[in-house]
């Protein structure tokens, strides 16, 4: 009964396109936050550049 559970589950991912939606905002979300950590790594660089100007 098990095998059959997870069978019947095994073709359901296959056959719906929702997985496919799925996938997409997974690779969507990676993309975002690669830009947001390379944002950040910007800012803090910046911010350290305007403190070692003032000496």
Not at 11 to 19: D, M
Not at 21 to 30: L, Q, R
Request: aromatic share 10%; net charge positive; charged share 10%.
């Amino acid at each position: 009964m098990k095998k059959l559970n997870i069978l019947l589950f095994l073709s359901l991912c296959l056959l719906f396109s929702s997985c496919d939606a799925i996938a997409g905002i997974f690779k969507a979300g990676a993309v975002v936050g690669i830009i947001a950590v390379i944002i950040v790594i910007a800012i803090v660089i910046w911010i350290i550049s305007m403190f070692r100007g003032k000496n």
